[in-house]
């Protein structure tokens, strides 16, 4: 008996002293099959804001929890965090060739550089499920991100293309939303006031989250050239008929082929099958979440829109349409 207890023990002292299984990487999409919702900790059952994956959906696959999982950690747009996890029973994974293939007949230009994923949000809609955020609290109608669209990231790919050369201790204060717990940016008072404005999330750290996470598998690996680069390709959104016409439509409902179609007339046809549309809901309405836009080439050397966009490959649109949110709506 005494010997048995004294293997009981062993056991569970071996038990609690080793680590826990560490995710596997995984590349892919996870096709949504039926609405469920996406963990920031499966443990835990946590999930900040509320996020729901949309069946018919397909979602960018950062890992997987085993070798034969029974969740997928994926990257949902417009989510903070925006990795979550998902149960396998909710849908499809595709393995990365199969993702790859382009969703519309279109011809496709030679793949030249590489790949990148902007990530733009409409502000307002963020707002309705985290109005206790700084920059929620802060925001008014008169604000640039009220009728402009905001800086979430510049994501080199493929989706497990993160937190290049970065320490155990930034690395978990990135993926458990503890970003102020990450070193501030080193960067110029110009490029410092322009992301004030262009990304409110800035006043939560959201800098610091996209810089260590995505920022540093940039060329260069420097948060300044990165930043002066994101917000150059912002710009050239906030600058098109793109912006022009979800500004002229803020209260009411538009579709992701009204986008697209936008996108067609600032960049060249062509470009709206390289856009995907992310949707929120906040009751009883659908609002306009985020805009992921497909690019590919040399950003560093000052790639502009047009040729990057329509170098990418085609996307699936993503949410139907929703409401171009108002700020305090």
């Known amino acids: 008996m005494h010997r048995f207890r004294r293997g009981l023990a062993v056991a569970l002292l071996m038990a609690i002293c080793l680590p826990a299984r560490a995710e596997v990487p995984a590349e ?42 029974t969740h997928y950690r994926i990257e949902v747009p417009g989510a903070e965090p925006s990795a979550r996890w998902v149960a396998a029973e909710c849908g499809t994974p595709e393995a990365a060739a199969a993702a790859a293939q382009p969703k519309s007949p279109a011809a496709q230009p030679a793949a030249r550089g590489p790949a990148y994923v902007l990530a733009i ?51 978990l204060a990135s993926s458990e939303g503890d970003w102020e717990d990450i070193p501030p940016l080193r960067l110029s008072l110009r490029t410092q006031a322009a992301l004030e404005e262009a990304m409110p ?37 906030n600058g098109s008929p793109v912006r022009q016409f ?10 992701v082929e009204q986008i697209r179609s936008r996108f067609d007339e600032a960049f ?10 992310a949707c929120r809901d906040d009751g009883g309405r659908r609002l306009v979440a985020e805009l992921t836009i497909g690019l590919r080439g040399d950003i560093p050397g ?4 047009r040729d990057l966009i329509l170098a990418s490959s085609p996307t699936d649109p993503g949410c139907p349409g929703g409401i171009v949110d108002a700020v305090g709506l």
Not at 44 to 64: L, W
Not at 132 to 158: V, Y
Not at 227 to 235: E, F, K, V
Not at 246 to 255: K, L, P, S
């Open 28 to 69: 892919g999409r996870f096709v949504a099959s039926k609405a469920c919702p996406a963990l920031q900790s499966i443990r835990k059952q946590t999930n900040p804001g509320d996020v729901t994956i949309e069946p018919g959906t397909a979602y960018a696959v950062i890992a997987k929890n085993q070798k034969t999982p």
């Open 121 to 171: 949000s409409w502000q307002p809609s963020f707002c309705e499920g985290n109005a206790r955020k700084r920059e929620c609290r802060s925001q008014t109608n008169r604000r640039f991100d009220a009728s402009n669209f905001t800086l979430h990231g510049l994501w080199p790919q493929p989706g497990t293309n993160i937190y290049c050369g970065v320490s155990r201790r930034d690395r």
């Open 201 to 237: 999330g800035q006043q939560s750290h959201l800098d610091r989250h996209e810089w260590i996470k995505h920022g540093t598998c940039y060329p260069g690996r420097d948060p300044e050239a990165y930043y002066r680069d994101s917000l150059r390709l912002l710009a050239e959104v």
């Open 246 to 255: 979800m500004a002229a439509n803020i209260g009411r409902d538009v579709t």
């Open 268 to 277: 060249g046809e062509g470009a709206g099958e390289r856009v995907r549309l």
């Open 302 to 305: 000052g790639g502009q829109m």
